[in-house]
């Protein structure tokens, strides 16, 4: 059974004042009440969003349509159709900048909303600014990315290093100085000593356990298995759920050129796969969206 401190034991331990005990209480409660909100699982639509990482448009230099693209629109209207509420994010059209990797200092270094590209402010982006908040009400997420050079696309690279504010991260202990180690440290500290594994929020916070996830990725003959790869171990940490036949690869083959690429990926074959792999999606965020908790993880640590 886990130890429970006293106030004066907890400030002798982390060697914090009264008032900086009381900052980490603070977020902590506040983390519990944002934890609820989050899990409450409201009646009603589905709420489904498609990422496609691409950098093609056919109204940018590429002058031509993406192929993972065409693939994630064919899913999502599936969706559509079977009742949920979609949006597809075309990650080319936001400002991304990249994650400092706070999180690697210690767990409380990194923040949500992040703390290095603040909401609100001229430091801020459109992650910070648009993304997180349509991540936060998804209950289900379509990824779609090209193959490039054997991995996810830089646009979605970027995306999914930024998701990291949403696997864990608190308020910061200091608003005014957010990235102050010491203090940092001693926040992660206390909440492996006090969080409470039965409790969403009263440890670090996993705001994507529960959500579904599936994945898109599109190529000329090879290299579908290492972006696909990728996402799954990224998206399984995180406490992502997937469906049966929750990932699908379109991919020409290496008889043939490049040009005739999109006429074999986008053809009616790899669409209906699209719209196999979106009932599979829709089944299993139906049977989780009005369940409760159903998964285990220690919350005291990230």
């Known amino acids: 059974m886990k130890p429970t401190y006293s106030d004066k034991d907890l400030m002798k331990l982390l060697d914090v004042d009264e008032a900086t005990l009381s900052r980490f209480k603070q977020i902590q409660k506040e983390t519990i009440l944002q934890a609820k909100k989050l899990f409450a699982k409201p009646k009603g639509k ?43 994010i075309k ?41 997180y908040d349509k991540v936060i009400v998804a209950d289900a997420i379509i990824f779609a990315t090209p193959v490039n050079n054997f991995k996810v696309s830089s646009f979605m690279s970027l995306f999914m290093d930024r998701l990291i504010s949403l696997d864990g991260s608190l308020s910061p202990a200091n608003p005014k100085n957010p990235k102050d180690k010491e203090l940092n ?12 594994d039965s409790t969403n929020g009263y440890g670090f916070l996993r705001r994507f356990a529960g959500k579904v996830g599936v994945m898109i990725a599109t190529g000329h003959e090879e290299g579908a298995s290492m972006p696909i790869s990728s996402l799954y171990m990224t998206m399984s940490q995180w406490g992502m759920l997937f469906p049966a036949f929750s990932n699908m ?14 006429e074999f990926v986008t053809s009616t074959f ?15 965020t139906k049977l989780v969206k009005d369940k409760k908790e159903i998964w285990s993880v220690d919350k005291t640590k990230n």
């Open 46 to 88: 589905l709420n489904i969003i498609g990422v496609s990482g691409s950098a093609r448009d056919e109204f940018n230099y590429a002058q031509e349509k993406s192929n993972s693209e065409t693939l994630l629109e064919e899913a999502l209207n599936e969706c559509k159709k079977l009742g949920a509420k979609t949006e597809l």
């Open 91 to 131: 990650l080319r059209n936001y400002s991304i900048k990249p994650c400092k990797a706070c999180y690697s200092t210690t767990n409380t270094q990194c923040h949500y909303p992040c703390s290095c590209y603040p909401r609100g402010t001229i430091e801020g982006d459109d992650m910070s600014n648009i993304l």
């Open 185 to 196: 440290i001693k926040h992660t500290k206390f909440v492996e000593l006090t969080a409470n």
């Open 249 to 262: 690869y379109a991919m020409s083959t290496v008889a043939n050129p490049t040009y005739s690429d999109k």
């Open 270 to 284: 790899y669409k209906k796969e699209a719209e196999l792999l979106a009932k599979n999606v829709v089944a299993l």
